[in-house]
DNA sequence: CTGATATTTGAACGATAGTACAACTAGAAC
DNA sequence: GTTCTAGTTGTACTATCGTTCAAATATCAG
């Protein structure tokens, strides 16, 4: 924020955006705790230490609601994606360390991000946006290799991985989820 | 059912249990249309045609009846992977065929499958059921490879290539998602 | 036939939800 | 100061929900 924008912004608008981003983190507390179905009005207000009414002043619908707080984590994703790929380390070591926050802090964000695709699933509108973390994923992949397989394979792996760690089936261990990276874009061969 | 129990089986028990299978498939098919949020006793009783006080007598309450539903779902996927594992055709391709129905016939079982393991990430009870294709996929992977990393890499893409079809990020096309399993469990390499 | 049991139905309760709306407060511009 | 606009609050409406319960109906066994 420049310091021109600081003399000229109305104070206002800055508390609004400052709010809104605080309802759309209790939200992703909600979704954390109850799943995109425990979202209402109440229960974000609630998460947030404000009324009812707030939330709905900010965002007219619950539908509005869901979909900007599921779309800010695509965003989230995003973001830390193009780090990894910008970074200095290895990018698919970084993906796998990407991966294995979904069992810690990394948590909400990823039961958030799968409420999202399944709601993209039924919601047609919504898929553009889901289709961020694959397409994310898919430009990182294709800093490693230009085998158009290997790249799908490794996308869909990665999602596959979060899942299993969401659900408890695979040790959230980043040398574990490299390994597996590796199997599927093909830089590691176990026999 | 052989005739022996033909004769002695109360018949009440026989519409009870066809009576429960009719709801859950009705269940099935509000999870589709609306997602596990959508499914009420009231939203499933209208989809199968009765009242709302028959779905609360087989279910006694709305969790009941979502858990039946979707554990129904990962029954149905054991019941297919095991057939694929034990007929004669290419495992592989057996699987790529039952992934692709994600975007066809199968999609709604596809989305209740996915629903089952997002509620499983909150819901630890639930884990065990949710686990059940993984282990399927990873019991046919088995038969294609000895080593743990193809296995576990290929039980992943699965899981990601049934998402992507879900939200058509990647065609339903078999040969298609032939290739990426194989990129995965290492029997294809793109050069 | 009677008694037991399973199935089916409808009414109703308390709770919660989304949403609308009006009044009030605070901040900004002139 | 006044006027406009953004933010905040509380009330209230209609609708739906999960659940409970009792009555009626159907099926089965003796």
Redesign the interface.
């Known amino acids: 924020m420049s310091d021109s924008e600081e003399h000229t912004t109305d104070g206002r608008q800055a508390r609004g955006n400052k709010r809104r981003a605080e309802i759309i983190d209790a939200t992703l507390a909600v979704v954390?705790?109850?799943?995109?179905?425990g979202v209402t009005h109440r229960t974000v207000a609630k998460q947030a230490g404000i009324t009812a009414s707030l939330s709905t002043y900010y965002f007219a619908t619950l539908d509005a609601l869901l979909v900007a707080a599921l779309s800010s984590v695509a965003d989230t994703y995003t973001k830390r994606i193009r780090a990894i790929i910008d970074g200095p380390d290895d990018n698919l070591r970084g993906l796998a360390e990407l991966i294995v926050e979904s069992g810690g802090p990394g948590r909400d964000r990823a039961?958030a991000e799968?409420?999202l695709?399944?709601?993209?699933?039924?919601r047609?509108a919504l898929?553009p946006v889901?289709?961020h973390w694959?397409e994310n994923v898919a430009e990182l992949a294709a800093t490693l290799?230009d085998?158009?397989?290997?790249i799908?394979?490794l996308?869909?792996?990665?999602?596959?991985?979060c899942?299993?760690i969401?659900?408890?089936?695979?040790p959230a261990d980043t040398d574990y989820v490299h390994?597996?990276?590796?199997?599927?874009i093909?830089t590691?061969?176990?026999?």
């Open positions: 954390t705790r109850d799943g995109a179905a039961l799968r409420e695709s399944t709601l993209a699933a039924r047609p898929a889901a289709r694959r290799t085998n158009p397989q290997a799908d394979a996308v869909a792996a990665s999602d596959g991985l899942t299993a969401l659900i408890d089936n695979i390994r597996v990276l590796s199997q599927a093909g590691r061969r176990g026999h």
